[in-house]
């Protein structure tokens, strides 16, 4: 993909209010995926929080309410305006690109969140060397991804099975549609075997690798979701340990 090409993807400032307006309240992201990092993050009170990716706030809002004292950042300014507006203008938000240098020293943080954005990335090897330097050791990094057996198997479906190499790392597009807005995002597919590699090369232990059952509220909100049984192939969640 030219530089060019990657302009016209994954622009979020386009689209921030709408997107933000879907979050709160849609299946997958409100009642599967952050309640399972909520879930896995566990007692936060007091630890220090980064959150990575950290969008219009709503991950970053729920582990404050916990106690935890959370910093983010982001790379759509758009997003982070939506975020001050639901955090408060003191809150401590950065505009910064997930693979590039983070304003925190090392060691600052007990936790890293990256919720849903590891997947915009060919290359982790930055991104994780970056957030392992500025977790306390010991500290763990709670990752949710796009499941690798879900795009597999949305490929096959859609017919693209030729085009298409589970264990090989490549680029996939979809087009977004909401709040009457349109925008063309781009991911990229890493087979489960290459996230584990990237994540021990960058210094993590796996402690957790789960396939979490979504919110008890989807079987009265959402019953098509769940009209085939109580769990979906979606999402891929990791706790990881920094080495010590």
């Not at 975020?83 to 910064?96: I, K, N, S």
């Not at 192939?233 to 990791?238: D, E, K, Q, S, W």
Request: hydrophobic share 45%; proline share 6%; aromatic share 10%.
């Amino acid at each position: 993909m030219t530089s060019d090409d990657q302009s016209k993807v994954n622009d979020y400032d386009s689209f921030a209010e709408a997107y933000t307006g879907e979050n709160e309240t849609n299946l997958i992201n409100a009642h599967y995926e952050r309640p399972a990092m909520l879930a896995l993050a566990g007692e936060v009170a007091g630890r220090r929080i980064l959150d990575a990716g950290c969008g219009s706030g709503p991950l970053s809002a729920a582990l404050r309410e916990r106690g935890a004292v959370l910093s983010g950042f982001d790379a759509s300014a758009g997003m982070l305006e939506l975020a001050r507006r639901r955090l408060g203008e003191g809150a401590d938000l950065t505009v910064a690109e997930l693979g590039g240098p983070l304003p925190y020293p090392d060691g600052a943080f007990d936790d890293v969140v990256a919720s849903l954005v590891l997947h915009y990335l060919e290359d982790w090897g930055p991104a994780l060397a970056e957030l392992r330097r500025v977790l306390k050791p010991g500290g763990r990094l709670i990752a949710s991804v796009d499941h690798p057996f879900a795009v597999n198997l949305m490929h096959r479906q859609a017919d693209r099975a030729a085009e298409y190499n589970y264990f090989a790392t490549t680029n996939w597009t979809a087009e977004w549609a909401m709040g009457g807005r349109t925008a063309r995002m781009s991911f990229w597919h890493r087979p489960l075997h290459a996230m584990v590699e990237a994540f021990t090369a960058a210094g993590f232990r796996i402690t957790v690798i789960d396939e979490p059952a979504p919110d008890p509220a989807v079987r009265e909100l959402f019953p098509e979701a769940v009209a085939a049984g109580p769990r979906f192939l979606c999402f891929l969640f990791f706790v990881l340990q920094a080495d010590q």
